[in-house]
Structure formats: structure tokens, C-alpha cells
């Protein structure tokens, strides 16, 4: 199949990566294991044992009441909490095989609804914020837009940062939740046959 290239000849792709059928099971459960990925279990608390104070016993054994020994114990005010939470992790087994086949299934989607633009090159050689809005002016990117670069430079990271929406990735470093969240998702012709290599 063939895609077609902003002011140039349109390039040919493998019909297995950017034609293949949108499993949404499969790019859900990859999805939401990347997010959780990204969460820090920060929910602790202490035990008798990691309560700061002496652990003595508080009172004669006989004599003033009920029995007990050190004020660490849950039962009293400042001590410990019987089952204390610790902290997790949130990470979810996802396999390379089942990885590859979301990120496919969500490049075809996104070409299919003609989400994907292809240029030969962004043309932004300096950081300059305004050559970079007025190159997506021309490639009528609205909304969310992924740039998708190889080795992209830092001028190009520096245009985009004060444009709202607008996230520049490398090849290496492409995620299934930044295709989803995207609009538009605009790639240079090197980075798509980048992409191929790494998904055919």
C-alpha cells in the first residue's frame, strides 16, 4: 500500500503494519499496563514495629487495670497500624509479541482515519516557535499533535514547547498512549521506515 507524502512522491508501506484490522482488546490492555507503568505506589504507613518510641513495657503487671506492655501497640493513640498499607507496584506483565501488535493495530487505525501526515522534513533548522506553527498551518494539524521524528533535533524540541498540544517524540521512544491521545500524528519519511523495520 501507499501513503501518500506533503510535497513529494508517496512512499510504499508494509500492508502489516499500517493495514492491519483494529483490535481494541489488545491495544486497551496495552495501553492501561503502559499508564500503570507510570505509577508510584506512594501509600505507606507504620507498624508497631516502625513507630519511633521505646518499646518498655508501660505499666507494672499488676495492679493499674488491664495488663499491657509497650504504647507502640495499634490500640493506643500514635501507635502502630495493625495491617499498615505499603507501597506497590502497579506494573502489568506485557510481552514484546503483544506490544508490537497494539502499537500495529493503532498505526492502522490512525491511517485509516487519516490521522497520519507524512513529510519529507519538519524545515525547522533554528528554534524558532513560529516556523513551527506555520509549518502545521500548511499540514492542517489542529488539536493534538504528535510529531514523530528519527534522532529529531533539539531545535525541533525547543520550537515545539510553547505550542500547546504539540509533543515531539523520537522513534525510540514512541507510545501507544501518545498515538491514541493524537489528533493528527505528523512523521518524517526516515522515521516511518524506521517504525517498518521495527514492526514488520
Aim: aromatic share 6%.
Amino acid at each position: 500500500m501507499e501513503l501518500n507524502v506533503v510535497g513529494a512522491k508517496p512512499v510504499t508501506v508494509s500492508e502489516a503494519v499500517f493495514g492491519k484490522e483494529f483490535r481494541e482488546d489488545l491495544v486497551h490492555q496495552v495501553v492501561v499496563a503502559y499508564r500503570n507503568a507510570g505509577r508510584a505506589g506512594t501509600k505507606a504507613q507504620k507498624t508497631r514495629s516502625e513507630v519511633s518510641g521505646t518499646t518498655k513495657k508501660s505499666k507494672k503487671q499488676k495492679g493499674g487495670g488491664a495488663r499491657h506492655g509497650a504504647l507502640k501497640a495499634p490500640i493506643f493513640v500514635g501507635g502502630g497500624v495493625t495491617f499498615a498499607a505499603k507501597p506497590r507496584s502497579f506494573a502489568q506483565k506485557v510481552n514484546r509479541k503483544m506490544f508490537r501488535g497494539a502499537m500495529v493495530s493503532i498505526l492502522s487505525e490512525l491511517n485509516r482515519q487519516n490521522r497520519i501526515s507524512l513529510v519529507e522534513s519538519f524545515g525547522v533548522e533554528q528554534p524558532k516557535t513560529k516556523a513551527l506553527v506555520a509549518k502545521l498551518g500548511e499540514l492542517q494539524a489542529e488539536g493534538r499533535v504528535v510529531l514523530v521524528a528519527e534522532n529529531a533535533p533539539e531545535a525541533l524540541f525547543l520550537a515545539a514547547r510553547n505550542v500547546p498540544y504539540v509533543h515531539v517524540v523520537d522513534v525510540a521512544a514512541l507510545d501507544p498512549v501518545s498515538l491514541v491521545g493524537a489528533d493528527k500524528v505528523v512523521m518524517t519519511v526516515e522515521s516511518l521506515k524506521r517504525i517498518e523495520e521495527w514492526l514488520a
